[in-house]
Structures are given as C-alpha cells and as structure tokens.
C-alpha cells in the first residue's frame, strides 16, 4: 500500500539556524499539506499546497516558514530561523482530489524537530 | 471555523464495543463527517467518512443521523491497540481542523 515518507524521523538544530524538512507524498495524490504537534497537544494546520502554490496557510504559518516542491515527488517545509517554539512533531499529508467525498487525507510519520 | 464537539476520554475493556460520539450542530449541506485515529508519536491515520445514515468498514461502522448533527464513530469488540486518540472532523475539503479528540483507553 502506498503511504508518505518523511525524513529525517528525528532533527535536532540549534535556536536561529534553518532546518528543511521533507516529505514524499503519495505518487498519484495532488494535494499536500503540512501539519504540527507540539508535545501533549492537538494537531494543527500549518499550510496546503496544490498546482505549485500555496492554496492555504495558518496564523501559524509565518515568514519564517516556506514550502516547496522542488521536483515531481518532493514536499519541503523549511523554517528559516528556528525558535525554541519550534520543537514538535511536523506531519505531512496528502490527499488525492477534490471530489465528493475523496477527502481523506493520508498522514506521513512525522519528523519529531528538537530546538536547542 | 469547523467545530465539533466529542469527550475528552473513554475507558473500555478488551472485548467490548465502542460508540464515541461528536457534535456538528452547524454542519453544512456538503460537509463530510470524517474520523481519524491517531498513535502516540504517529501521524493520524484515517478510519472512515460518510456522509449520512450508516457507513461501514473493516475497522469501524459510522452513524450519521438523518439532521447530521452528530456522528457516532463504532469500534467493535476493541483490543488494547485500539488504544489511540480518535479525532472527528467535519468538512467539505482543506485542511483538517483537528480538536483535542477522544482518547480511548482499553484495558485488559
């Protein structure tokens, strides 16, 4: 069964220095999205990305955040200066269309991010 | 915003059936109830979706009322795996807005 990766699992970075975290999504899926959870607390949206531009964004999902699709299977979260703040869990998902019904979104295992 | 309504936490017992609950009292004419089920240190995972009546799966049934207000998400006969955060989400696309779920606690 296809599923979304991400990597690294695990990413420890030191306050102020840039971190890009990755995500394959499903192959045949055309919407993408990236989550966070901090420790102890929900899931939140941070952004959602379709036909290579961002078509949603959080309060959260400052400048200090960006996304990208650099090729045709990569999904990228980069947070230019991390802060203390940072430290959760990021999750991507992925989602295949918009049609009735088809809106289940599938969830990579997250990259747990550790700010120093 | 999307807003729903569930318990904070259930206990069960291996072996019993489960029926948590969620309030969508201002759902819209095309949103989908959807719920999700999600491990410690792990992403949610996606159980089921419907829209009204019944739907069933091989890990859960749903029941949605015919005023679709709420949602009944049905685990059956659960196991000590089933132990996780079950989220329900009412929506038409986008992003998920997640609350702080149901955590199900399963004893033996």
């Known amino acids: 069964e296809p599923e979304v990766t991400q990597t690294p699992s695990h990413q420890v970075t030191q306050m102020g220095q840039e971190v890009i975290l990755r995500c394959v999504p499903i192959s045949n899926h055309l919407y993408f999205y990236w989550y966070r959870q901090i420790l102890g607390q929900k899931v939140e949206f941070l952004v959602s990305f379709y036909n290579n531009e961002i078509s949603e964004k959080s309060e959260i999902f400052d400048d200090q955040f960006s996304v990208e699709r650099p090729d045709g299977s990569n999904f990228t979260l980069k947070i230019r200066s991390t802060k203390l703040e940072d430290s959760a869990m990021y999750f991507c998902a992925s989602r295949v269309s918009q049609g009735q019904g088809g809106y289940e979104q599938y969830f990579g295992p997250g990259t747990r991010l550790t700010v120093t | 915003l999307a807003k729903t309504t569930q318990p904070i936490s259930m206990d069960s017992y291996e072996g019993q059936e489960v029926n948590i609950t969620c309030s969508h009292n201002?759902?819209?004419?095309?949103?989908?109830i959807t719920w999700y089920q999600q491990f410690p240190s792990q992403g949610p995972r996606f159980i089921i979706q419907?829209?009204?009546t019944k739907v069933t799966n091989e890990v859960a049934s749903l029941f949605i009322p015919a005023d679709r207000k709420s949602s009944t998400l049905s685990l059956p006969r659960v196991s000590l795996s089933d132990t996780a955060v079950y989220y329900c989400?009412?929506?038409?696309?986008?992003?998920?807005?997640f609350g702080k779920g149901t955590k199900l606690s399963v004893k033996p």
């Open positions: 989400r009412k929506g038409s696309q986008g992003n998920l807005i």
């Open positions: 419907g829209y009204k």
């Open positions: 201002n759902i819209a004419t095309n949103d989908y």
